[in-house]
C-alpha cells in the first residue's frame, strides 16, 4: 500500500479545526470473569496461562449456560464513574450488541447501551506545561471482553496473507469498562498532546482506585482515538475514522498527529473521508483501513435477556464516593510541593509512569530527589535495555534500601550500581548481594594506608607537589588507589590520609 500523503501540520491547523473524541476500555483487576466465575488473574499469570484454560461454559457461549454478573465489577464501575465527575444511575442494564465476533463464542457481546451505569461527567486533564483542559465524559458502561485471535502462516501476524488463525478464548468474558467522552473541541494545535494528557489522565484515575493495573502494553487499557477535521468558518462536523486499540502514551499522541495531517491533505485535494476504523502501525508511525466504522444500528441493540437491571443502593453510592482517592491532578501538585521537585524533575517521574514507585520508595525511606533518581536514571535504563517496567526489574522496597547503603557510606555511587545489577538477577537484597559478592566501601584505615604507599611509592613526586600546596595533584594518588581497591576504597577517607601524610 502506497503511503499517504500528509499535510505539514501547521497549515492543516490553519485550515481546519480538529475535533476529538476518546473510546478507552480499562480491563478491572476482578478476580473472576464479568459473568463467569472463570479465573481472571494478574497480569503475568494471565499472559503465562495456557490458551483456552481460564475458560468456563459461558464464555464459551455454550448452550444452556447463563451470565452472573460480577459483584466486585459492579463495585469498580460505580467507583470510576464517580471519579469521573459522573451521575450514577439508579437503574442500568445490561444489552447485547450483535456483531460478528470469531474470538467471542456467543457472536454477541454483552454490553450497557441506552442505560450506562454512569454518565455525564469530565475530568481535568493537565498538559506539560501546567496547562489544565475539562474532558467532557458522556459515559462509562460496563461490559465484556473479546477472546484472541493468532494468525498463523502469513510474515506479519496478520490476517492478511495468514494461512489459518487460533483462537483463545483466555480474555473472552473479561470485565470491561468502556468511558466515551462527548466530542471534544478547541484543543487545536495541542490536540495530540490532549489526547496522550487524557489517556494518562484515565490511567492514573484507575491505578489510583486500584481496580486495574493499566498498562497500555498488556491491553489492561485501550484507546480508540476519534479525529476528524472541519473547514474554519463552518460548524458542520466533518466525517470521523476510530484508530484503534493505540498501546502506548506516545503512540496515541503520534496517531492523532498522522490522521490530523493525512485528513487535511484528503480534503485539501477534494477528497472525502471514509468513516471507518483504522489501525495503528507503531513501526511505520502510520494507520491503515480496518473496516467500515458501523453505527449503533447496525449492532441491533436488545435489552440482554438473562440478567436483571443493576440497581445500586444510595448507601453504596455514597461509601464508594466517600472512599474515593484524591484526584491526580491535586495529588501531583502536592506531591511535587512535598517533595520540592521543580517542574522538569516532577514532569520525568509524572510523564514516565513512575509516580506510584517513587512515592512508595520515599515512603519506605529513601529522599525525594535520591528515589527520583534511581527510578529516572539507572533502573530506566535498565528497563529500556531489557524492554521492561521499570517496576518488573525491582521494588520500590529494594531501592530504597539499596540508597540506606549508599547514605550509610557502606556502598559508593558506582558500588550501588553493581548492587542493583544483582538485585535485578535475582541475587537477593541489596545487603546480600553487597555480603556475597564483597562490593563494601573499605575504609579500614590500615588497608587503605598499604595502598597509598604503593601508590606513592609509583608516583615519588606526587607528594611534593602537595607539601608545596597543589592539594589537586592528591587526585592522581586517590584514583591509583581506587584503582587498585576495584572502586571499594573510601574516596574521602583516602584523601584525608593523603593529606596527613602530607602534612607530617
Known amino acids: 500500500m502506497a503511503a499517504a500523503k500528509l499535510m505539514d501540520f501547521d497549515k492543516a491547523l490553519e485550515l481546519f479545526e480538529p475535533v476529538l473524541g476518546f473510546e478507552v476500555h480499562v480491563e478491572l483487576n476482578t478476580n473472576t470473569k464479568m459473568f463467569s466465575d472463570a479465573p481472571n488473574p494478574a497480569n503475568e499469570a494471565f499472559h503465562a496461562a495456557e490458551p483456552n484454560t481460564l475458560i468456563a461454559p459461558v464464555d464459551l457461549g455454550l448452550p444452556g449456560s447463563l451470565p452472573v454478573v460480577n459483584e466486585t465489577a459492579i463495585r469498580s464501575s460505580i467507583s470510576l464513574g464517580l471519579a469521573l465527575g459522573c451521575s450514577i444511575a439508579e437503574s442500568s442494564r445490561f444489552a447485547r450488541k450483535n456483531y460478528f465476533y470469531p474470538d467471542l463464542g456467543k457472536n454477541y457481546q454483552i454490553s450497557q447501551y441506552d442505560e450506562p451505569i454512569a454518565y455525564d461527567g469530565s475530568v481535568e ?24 485471535l493468532t494468525h498463523m502462516g502469513g510474515a506479519t501476524g496478520r490476517i492478511q496473507g495468514a494461512e489459518y488463525s487460533l483462537v483463545d478464548y483466555n480474555r473472552a468474558g473479561v470485565p470491561l469498562v468502556e468511558i466515551v467522552t462527548n466530542i471534544i473541541y478547541g484543543t487545536e494545535h495541542r490536540a495530540p498532546e490532549v489526547a496522550k494528557a487524557y489517556v494518562q489522565a484515565i490511567r492514573d484515575i484507575v491505578r489510583g482506585l486500584g481496580i486495574s493495573e493499566a498498562r497500555l502494553e498488556r491491553g489492561n487499557l485501550r484507546c480508540d482515538a476519534n479525529v476528524s477535521l472541519r473547514p474554519r468558518g463552518t460548524d458542520k462536523l466533518g466525517t470521523r475514522t476510530e484508530t484503534k486499540n493505540v498501546n502506548s502514551m506516545r503512540s496515541v499522541e503520534r496517531a492523532v ?28 508511525g502510520t494507520t491503515s483501513p480496518g473496516r467500515p466504522k458501523s453505527d449503533a444500528d447496525d449492532y441491533r441493540y436488545f435489552p440482554e435477556p438473562d440478567l436483571l437491571p443493576v440497581e445500586p443502593a444510595a448507601e453504596l453510592i455514597e461509601e464508594l464516593r466517600v472512599a474515593l482517592p484524591e484526584q491526580p491532578v491535586a495529588r501531583r501538585r502536592r506531591l511535587m510541593t512535598e517533595w520540592g521537585f521543580t517542574d522538569l524533575e516532577f514532569q520525568d517521574v509524572r510523564n514516565g509512569g513512575l509516580l506510584e514507585v517513587v512515592e512508595a520508595t520515599i515512603a519506605a525511606g529513601a529522599a525525594p530527589a535520591t528515589a527520583r533518581k534511581w527510578w529516572t536514571g539507572e533502573i530506566s535504563r535498565l528497563a529500556n535495555a531489557q524492554e521492561k517496567e521499570a517496576t518488573e526489574l525491582i521494588s520500590p522496597e529494594n531501592v530504597a534500601a539499596l540508597q540506606q547503603l549508599v547514605d550509610a557510606g557502606t556502598l559508593t555511587d558506582k558500588l550501588a550500581r553493581q548492587v542493583l545489577e544483582g538485585v535485578i538477577a535475582g541475587e537477593g537484597t541489596p545487603q546480600e548481594v553487597v555480603d556475597a559478592r564483597g562490593l563494601a566501601v573499605v575504609s579500614d584505615d590500615g588497608a587503605l594506608i598499604a595502598a597509598i604507599d604503593e601508590a606513592l611509592a609509583a608516583q615519588p613526586d606526587v607528594m611534593a607537589k602537595i607539601k608545596d600546596g597543589k592539594v589537586q595533584a592528591a587526585g592522581a594518588v586517590i584514583g591509583a588507589v581506587m584503582k587498585a581497591m576495584k572502586g571499594q576504597a573510601d574516596a574521602a577517607r583516602v584523601r584525608e590520609l593523603i593529606l596527613e601524610r602530607a602534612a607530617q
Do not use: C, F, N, S
Open 125 to 148: 486533564v493537565e498538559l506539560e506545561d501546567g496547562t489544565l483542559i475539562t474532558i467532557p465524559i458522556e459515559r462509562a458502561h460496563m461490559e465484556e471482553d473479546a477472546g484472541k
Open 257 to 284: 498527529k498522522y490522521e490530523i495531517q493525512r485528513q487535511a491533505q484528503i480534503l485539501a485535494d477534494g477528497g472525502t473521508i471514509t468513516q471507518e476504523t483504522r489501525h495503528w502501525h507503531e513501526d511505520t
